[in-house]
């Protein structure tokens, strides 16, 4: 806060407090210089990324309606530097813009957008970056067969041999549970087994219960 700033909080101390007044001129002058030397890394207002955001007025308010002691400047800047620590703690640096190849600017952009953030002057980041971007449309594309053991072609050409391996996959490419994770308490079969009618035939789909196992399994 600047020497402003800081008068205009020692107001407001005085307005909930009159007894906090300074006697005279000089003391009041003694008070902001104080006041103004110890909150000087400390500002008005700050954002925090879970909504818990710093407001000096508020912590000034707060002391005043729950310590029986005069306010201090130190009840001000110690509860801050908590809230800064958090908010670091919560913090993962972007990924500068500056060309990797010049260390020094790079490494400038990421203490500054740092500094910027302990200060209260940014929102703090709190999504871990693995690149600059999203992927182009070639990365993307190999990035979908990662962990597949046949080819997404050959998969579909052998759906009608494997009815239970294509609804499981079909299952997943929609974002739904997958029914065959836990066992069917209906027909009786094993976890990864498909579900049988009454005359132990295969079925096409899983039986209803069975599904709405799983699904209260991932919501607890």
Sequence with gaps: MNRQEVAA??????????????????????????????????????????GMSWDASRVVRRHIATSPYPIKPSDVSRPWH????????????????????????????????RQAVAAGAVMASTHRELTGGAPGPEVAARLATVGR?????????????RPLRAERDALTARGEPDPY????????????????????????????????????????
Excluded: M
């Excluded at 053991?149 to 041999?161: H, K, N, T, W």
């Excluded at 579900?195 to 399994?217: E, F, G, M, T, Y």
């Design 82 to 113: 908590v809230f800064r620590t958090d908010v670091l703690g919560r913090h993962t640096d972007p990924t500068p813009a500056a060309d990797p190849d010049n260390p020094a600017a790079w490494r400038a952009e990421l203490l500054g957008a």
């Design 181 to 220: 994770d836990e066992p069917c308490t209906h027909c009786g079969v094993g976890v990864g087994e498909p579900c049988r009618n009454r005359h132990r035939v295969p079925r096409a789909k899983a039986h209803p219960s069975r599904l709405d196992k799983v699904r209260a399994r991932i919501q607890r």
């Design 9 to 50: 909080l020692l107001a407001y101390v005085v307005r909930l407090d009159p007894r906090s007044a300074p006697a005279d001129e000089q003391a009041a002058a003694d008070t902001l210089d104080q006041w103004a030397d110890l909150l000087a890394d400390v500002p008005p207002t700050a954002p925090h990324p879970a």
């Design 149 to 161: 053991r046949i080819p997404s072609g050959v998969a579909a050409a052998l759906a009608p041999f």
